[in-house]
């Protein structure tokens, strides 16, 4: 039997398949046996390493019998037939995975298993058949379970990479990382989906091969979310088929209002138990989220518009696990009518409240001037001043002149990106997760009132009105906003300065002044959104900035070519440079396992 450390020995390079010499034919078994080496030697040594047809052996003589492994360790590549064999388990000395030599299951989860090939011995020569008999994608299926599991953001990488290299369909891994966070963490939707739809959000605007990356963020961010986690289990919908949607949502209300998730998941399963769509899915939770003013600092209704963007890619058919996973955060929420800051010195929410009251008659009156709005200059210069009864009485009056709930969001929503423009770097560094909130609820909003445009959830545009009201000490004195001039420099130049500037602390007016100067200079969005979103996944997962970067993506895109919407990415991108460069250590972890990937050696001495 070869012991641990006997005599290594290296047999050169063995290429018989290759073609020239004659031999090729003779020296196969089958299309797929090759010669790898004399009998004899491998049991002499032990242990020892060939290459052949482009493959990296380790032989071992172990138990009168040759085993034949891929000599990379499944891990990150350690020469495998350094390793240590024991009572059949071969030990890999870099981090030390064990695996069986036999079938080579690994019996350490953070490594793969390793890869072994039959061996059939004649005429005193080993010969090994190196057909690939790996299901692939299905193999990759299993690990990236595994690594969710465990949260093993290595396994996780891998299999992203891999997945995505084998042109599978983003939205398969996508889903799996869904189901997974949504029933393995006891709270329900968090940080980590919201994440992994983000990243699933920006996938298109990146270049190819930072796509995988995107994906990798986005479930290693699940998986960190569930990690230690108890999971949720299901509820079954009520006995019944006779109750009604308005009654539903009617119970659902009162259940979030008396803090009981329970109630209210009840509610959520079995209105879509009896045949709720999707608009009528998110008329109840969008009017549930907007009972109470800005609930848990926005996150309540960003969650829940996250949740309907996960499920358009994911499909209605997990609207179920998906929808019910947010009733927890409603009925925990924080109130802001319960806080000093929207009470005192003036109180906002009854402000709102009487404004509210108004709501049902200025719709009626703007109905039959619905597409002729065109107040946004002034309404936006009313939303930044100093009055919060003008600004719900700005609000009411751009109604009751036609503007649609969409017109008014996508104009709080500017107004609350432009605080982050303005943004000065003298400011409390914590503040600025203040202003971002207030923009990525403007946002979540405003993409609610596209699926469903009610009176209900209208009431949130007048509290992220007001958000952006109590923001405004945020903007003494205003950073500058830069001037629509054109550029001397090339828009290539200003490109390529993004990530140099993102790599110093605080280039934050810099990397605004950049990205205007680009746009200004007619340089093409499509590249620039690229360069940002690579920037982004450059850095470590920080969720407020990879909320920042998304919700001005989204508003861009109705912005497109014009100077609101440079004014919104010059906003992402001073986001970004205030919380660049990170330690970059996951980026670290992504790069070995695409490395890994690739065939890179990693292991030199
Ligand atoms: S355990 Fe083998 S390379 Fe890490």
Redesign the pocket.
């Known amino acids: 039997m070869a012991e641990a450390g006997s005599g290594l020995r290296t047999v050169r390079v063995i290429q018989y398949l290759v073609d020239g010499k004659g031999v090729t034919l003779l020296d196969t078994l089958s299309d797929s046996f090759v010669r790898t080496a004399r009998l004899d030697d491998v049991r002499a040594a032990g242990r020892i390493s060939v290459r052949v047809a482009g493959h990296s052996l380790a032989l071992f003589f172990h138990d009168g019998r040759v085993h034949a492994v891929d000599n990379r360790?499944p891990?990150?590549?350690?020469p495998l037939h350094r390793g240590t064999l024991q009572d059949g388990i071969l030990t890999?000395?870099?981090?030390?995975?064990r695996f069986d030599l036999e079938s080579g299951g690994t019996f350490?989860q953070f490594?793969d298993e390793a890869r072994v090939f039959p061996v059939e011995i004649k005429d005193g020569e080993v010969w090994v058949d190196i057909s690939s008999r790996e299901d692939r994608p299905a193999n990759l299926r299993q690990r990236l379970r595994d690594g969710l599991e465990r949260n093993i953001s290595l396994v996780v990488a891998k299999s992203a990479i891999g997945l995505l290299g084998s042109a599978e369909d983003p939205t398969e891994p996508f889903r799996t990382g869904l189901e997974f966070g949504a029933w393995y963490r006891r709270g329900g939707w968090g940080q980590g989906l919201t994440i992994h739809t983000c990243m699933m959000n920006l996938l298109p605007h990146l270049a190819r091969e930072d796509r995988p990356r995107a994906l990798y963020h986005g479930l290693s961010a699940v998986s960190r979310d569930s990690a230690g986690e108890p999971p949720r289990f299901s509820l079954r919908p009520l006995p019944t088929e006779s109750v009604d949607l308005t009654t539903l949502k009617g119970w659902f209300r009162r259940f979030v209002e008396v803090r009981d998730p329970e109630g209210a998941e009840r509610c959520i399963i079995s209105a879509l138990h009896a045949g709720a769509d999707h608009t009528q899915m998110a008329d109840m939770l969008f009017c549930a989220a907007t009972d109470h003013r800005y609930l848990d600092g926005g996150h309540v209704l960003d969650f829940t518009n996250k949740a309907f963007e996960a499920l358009d890619v994911a499909g209605w058919s997990h609207a179920g696990m998906v929808l019910s996973s947010l009733a927890e955060g409603y009925a925990g929420a924080r109130r802001m009518e319960e806080s000093n800051s929207w009470r005192n010195p003036v109180d906002l929410v009854k402000i709102l409240e009487d404004a509210f009251e108004e709501l049902p008659n200025v719709l009626e009156e703007g109905r039959n001037k619905r597409e002729s709005w065109e107040g946004q200059e002034d309404l936006a210069a009313v939303l930044l001043g100093e009055d919060g009864g003008a600004i719900a009485g700005a609000l009411l009056g751009a109604l009751r002149d036609g503007a649609t709930e969409e017109d008014l969001a996508g104009a709080v929503a500017y107004t609350a990106a432009l605080r982050i423009a303005r943004f000065p770097t003298t400011n409390e560094f914590g503040d600025w997760d203040t202003a971002l909130h207030t923009f990525t609820f403007s946002n979540a909003v405003h993409q609610g009132l596209r699926r469903a445009p009610t009176p209900e959830l209208l009431r949130g545009v007048f509290d992220a009105a007001m958000s952006v009201h109590l923001d405004r000490f945020l903007n003494v004195p205003p950073a500058r906003v830069p001037e629509p001039v054109t550029s001397e420099k090339s828009t290539e130049a200003l490109l390529a300065e993004l990530p140099a500037l993102l790599d110093e602390r605080q280039k934050v007016d810099e990397a605004g002044e950049s990205v205007a100067s680009y746009l200004y200079s007619g340089g093409e969005t499509d590249r620039l959104l690229a360069m940002i979103g690579g920037l982004l996944l450059r850095e470590d997962r920080d969720f407020h900035t990879i909320q920042a970067v998304e919700a001005a993506f989204r508003q861009y895109a109705g912005l497109r070519g014009t100077t609101a919407g440079a004014h919104v990415l010059v906003a992402a991108a001073r986001y970004l440079a205030a919380h660049s460069p990170t330690m970059r250590s996951q980026g670290q972890t992504y790069d070995i396992a695409r490395r890994l990937s690739r065939g890179e050696i990693l292991?030199e001495e």
Do not use: I, S, T
């Not at 890999?92 to 995975?97: M, N, R």
């Open positions: 360790c891990h990150m590549g350690f890999c000395h870099w981090h030390h995975a350490d490594a292991y």
